[in-house]
């Protein structure tokens, strides 16, 4: 008697229990899905700037204990993954319609994923995140849960985006950089540096006002769209610094590790005004360049500014980040193709 074909290959080691080939299968695309839903491969980019706030300290303030900073690392980033994915989740929740027009491939309209398994994730990651924001403020020598109230604060401006703010032309836009710039201070609530802040606040609404044009979104960016952000980053900017400077921030020893972050600032607009100028991509394909770059270039924010402030290390680990970024967002892509075919094989195989 030949032995089945549906029966995994080597099922004996460890006693493992013998499953379909066809089983295995459904379970990666439904995995697959799950990734693609929450954008995982993206969210490390929030992750590197909540660790860069929570390790970027003045030079003359001693680092906190190395275990300490770890198991802060740790919860923060759990916060900060659950954040983006519950972001990305909600958006295609709030979008399946339109998706099934205009996008879809992706996992709602596609069907890989259904309705109820969808908000049951969004769910799941926002109160994980709220959970483990909470958690840090026993490690933070605070009586007030800063951190609980940030992350509150910053799931709240993703519903806002996600339900209105998007179709709102330039609101919409500073919302977006004004989520990365509260979400960011979450590991670090009583920091009184807010470079980083500033830079993401005013890069990430700039690149998305340059791609919104590009893209040909609806609603139609106006006049009043442009000063809307313009005038939004400067009050924003200006309040940050007041409170810098209220906290004695603004002091002579913070301002070299703003040298990295501003050499990076140069080169990414340099980049930008080159790929802007390329007459053989059409404007769609520019502005959407300019975001996924825009987006890994948050990386190189962060790890110059720590790696400018003397904080070699930490530079280095927001360095493996973006290795790991890189690393799964290529990875998914591939995935995603590769797997496409088999599974449309395997499902005309199972109906024959």
């Given at each position: 008697?030949?032995?089945r074909r549906?029966?995994?290959?080597?099922?004996?080691?460890?006693g493992?229990?013998?499953r379909?080939?066809?089983?295995?299968i459904?379970?990666?695309?439904?995995?697959?899905?799950?990734?693609?839903?929450?954008?995982?491969?993206?969210?490390?980019?929030?992750?590197?700037d909540?660790?860069t706030?929570l390790l970027?300290?003045?030079p003359?303030v001693?680092?906190d204990p190395?275990?300490?900073?770890?198991l802060?690392?740790?919860i923060?980033?759990?916060v900060?993954?659950?954040?983006?994915g519950?972001?990305m989740?909600?958006?295609?929740?709030?979008?399946a319609?339109?998706?099934?027009?205009?996008?879809?491939?992706?996992p709602?309209p596609?069907?890989?994923?259904?309705?109820r398994?969808?908000?049951?994730?969004?769910l799941l990651l926002?109160?994980t995140?709220?959970?483990?924001?909470a958690?840090?403020?026993p490690?933070?020598?605070?009586?007030?849960?800063?951190?609980?109230?940030?992350?509150?604060a910053t799931?709240l401006?993703i519903v806002?985006y996600?339900a209105?703010?998007?179709?709102?032309g330039?609101?919409?836009?500073?919302?977006?950089g004004l989520?990365?710039?509260?979400?960011?201070m979450?590991?670090?609530?009583?920091?009184?540096l807010?470079?980083?802040?500033?830079?993401l606040?005013?890069?990430?609404?700039?690149?998305?006002?340059?791609?919104?044009?590009?893209?040909n979104?609806?609603?139609?960016?106006?006049?009043?769209?442009?000063?809307?952000?313009?005038?939004?980053?400067?009050?924003?900017?200006?309040?940050?610094?007041a409170?810098?400077y209220?906290?004695?921030?603004?002091?002579t020893?913070?301002?070299p590790?703003?040298?990295?972050?501003?050499i990076a600032?140069l080169?990414?607009l340099?980049?930008?005004?080159f790929?802007?100028r390329?007459?053989?991509?059409?404007?769609r394909?520019r502005?959407?360049?300019?975001?996924l770059?825009?987006l890994?270039?948050?990386?190189?924010?962060?790890?110059?500014i720590l790696v400018?402030?003397?904080q070699?290390?930490a530079g280095v680990?927001?360095?493996?980040?973006?290795?790991?970024?890189?690393?799964?967002?290529?990875?998914?892509?591939?995935?995603?193709?590769?797997?496409?075919?088999?599974?449309?094989?395997?499902?005309?195989?199972?109906?024959n």
């Open positions: 008697m030949s032995p549906d029966i995994v290959p080597f099922a004996f080691l460890g493992m229990p013998q379909p080939i066809g089983s295995i459904q379970l990666m695309f439904r995995l697959l899905a799950l990734l693609q839903l929450t954008r995982a491969a993206l969210a490390f980019t929030a992750i590197a909540a660790w706030v970027l300290r003045p003359s001693p680092a190395m275990w300490l900073l770890i802060r690392m740790i923060t980033g759990v900060s993954a659950c954040l983006y519950f972001g989740a909600l958006n295609d929740l709030l979008d319609r339109r998706d099934r027009i205009f996008a879809r491939h992706r709602i596609s069907g890989r994923i259904g309705w398994t969808a908000i049951i994730t969004a926002m109160m995140a709220l959970f483990a924001a958690m840090l403020m490690l933070s020598n605070t009586y007030w849960p800063l951190s609980f109230l940030l992350a509150f799931a401006l806002f996600d209105t703010s998007k179709y709102l330039g609101l919409g836009l500073l919302t977006l989520v990365r710039a509260i979400h960011c979450i590991g670090n609530p009583q920091t009184p807010l470079f980083l802040s500033m830079l606040l005013t890069h990430v609404a700039l690149i998305s006002l340059v791609a919104y044009r590009y893209e979104k609806r609603p139609r960016l106006k006049w009043w769209d442009v000063a809307t952000v313009i005038t939004g980053l400067v009050v924003l900017n200006t309040t940050a610094l409170y810098m209220w906290r004695g921030a603004l002091v020893e913070n301002l590790m703003l040298i990295g972050p501003g600032a080169v990414y340099l980049w930008a005004t790929t802007l390329q007459k053989k991509l059409t404007p394909q502005g959407e360049r300019l975001i770059m825009g890994f270039w948050l990386f190189i924010y962060d790890a110059s400018s402030n003397g070699y290390l680990a927001i360095t493996l980040l973006l290795v790991c970024a890189i690393v799964s967002f290529f990875g998914l892509r591939w995935l995603g193709r590769r797997l496409t075919q088999p599974r449309l094989t395997y499902r005309a195989s199972s109906q």
